[in-house]
């Protein structure tokens, strides 16, 4: 079957699930406006958006990886070490902009690795990311000798306010970066040919390669979009704190892996689309802040996130098994 029709089949058996979502989510809305009218305050919408922005930003780069196949255990130490590594340099006098371009490279050079152990070198995205996870965290703990940063300082203001405390046209700036990244990468993924790769290696990778496919490179531009997402939310949790700490990123592996499995994109690869990201992110952030105004403990809220993740994905599994028998009668 030709790649682009592959690619099509995939995107619309991800629909299904994300309507599916859609609902919940307007019904998980309804229920805590019930409970709580000041849920629907403008000042905790702001907010609700503002606490979207960085779970949708880091379950795009994980929706990349998922739909190649594979998974980016990583993503969570990166975040961390982008913190890290930005506000140890701006605290040591560098310009924001310069350590901004500083940390982006770091970032970016763990995700060329990721690419490389899985993809070259055949070892499990499992244990390659959990090595570079564990790497990545060292690095965050190391780069300012294991200690969090003291604070970025008032010349770091510009750069707090592009990435936190801004807002333009009413809207945070965390807001409109999240949404601008989002049509960045829905384009390459949904209109380039290699997004078209990229669904292709998570159907069959065996396939794709004899269709021309270069595994390698796909593979990787997958763990880089994954770099480049956490990059940017440890920069915007280090202009939020306006510091770096040395736990910062911790679970947000987790919260990747929600925001994309909610949303319909499969643990097995070669389906999903992005715009169940963003239901799957808000839903996430929905729970939390929801489960927050119903005044449940922070142990009740991982425990109720924790099993819609498991859930989610024992349906998908069971949906993929439920329509393999046919492609291949096919």
């Keep these: 079957m ?21 609902a ?18 403008g000042r905790n919408i ?31 130490s990166v975040v961390g070490m982008s913190t890290m590594i930005s506000a140890t340099l701006m605290t040591k006098g560098i310009n924001p ?13 763990v995700g060329i690795i990721n690419g490389y152990l899985v993809e070259k070198f055949k070892i499990p995205p499992f244990i390659a990311t959990l090595g570079t996870m564990t790497v990545a965290r060292g690095i965050a703990q190391i780069v ?18 592009f990435f936190y405390y801004g807002k333009t046209l009413g809207l945070f700036n965390t807001i409109w970066i999240s949404v601008f990244i989002w049509i960045c990468f829905n384009f390459i993924l949904s209109k380039t040919k290699t ?20 595994l390698l490179s796909t593979v990787t531009k997958a763990f880089l979009v994954s770099a480049f997402c956490a990059c940017v939310v440890g920069l915007i949790q280090c202009a ?32 999903g689309i992005l715009i169940g990201t963003v239901i799957g992110a808000s839903i996430w952030a929905v729970l939390q802040n929801g489960l927050q105004f119903a005044g449940a403990p922070v142990a009740i809220r991982n425990i109720v996130i924790g099993c819609i993740v498991v859930i989610s994905v024992l ?6 098994n439920r329509s393999s028998p046919q492609r291949i009668n096919k």
């Design 97 to 109: 902009w310069t350590a901004v371009f500083i940390t982006l490279v770091c970032c970016l050079t």
């Design 315 to 320: 349906l998908d599994i069971v949906v993929r």
């Design 2 to 22: 030709n790649i682009g029709i592959k690619k099509k089949l995939n995107m619309t058996q991800g629909t299904g699930q994300v309507l599916t979502v859609t």
């Design 24 to 41: 919940g989510l307007v019904f998980l809305c309804i229920v805590f406006g019930i409970i709580n009218p000041s849920f629907f305050s």
């Design 195 to 214: 997004g078209r790769y990229i669904y292709a290696i998570g159907s069959n990778a065996e396939a794709a390669k004899l269709s021309g496919v270069n």
């Design 240 to 271: 939020s704190a306006g510091m770096g700490a040395m736990d910062a990123g911790s679970t947000y592996e987790m919260y990747a892996v929600a925001a994309s499995v909610i949303g319909g994109v499969s643990t097995l690869g070669g389906q």
């Design 46 to 76: 702001s907010n609700l958006l503002r606490q979207i922005a960085p779970i949708l930003i880091i379950g795009i780069g994980q929706s990349y990886v998922l739909i190649t196949g594979n998974i980016d255990l990583s993503i969570g």
């Design 144 to 161: 300012n000798n294991n200690y969090n940063t003291n604070s970025i300082g008032e010349a770091a203001q510009n750069f707090r306010d």
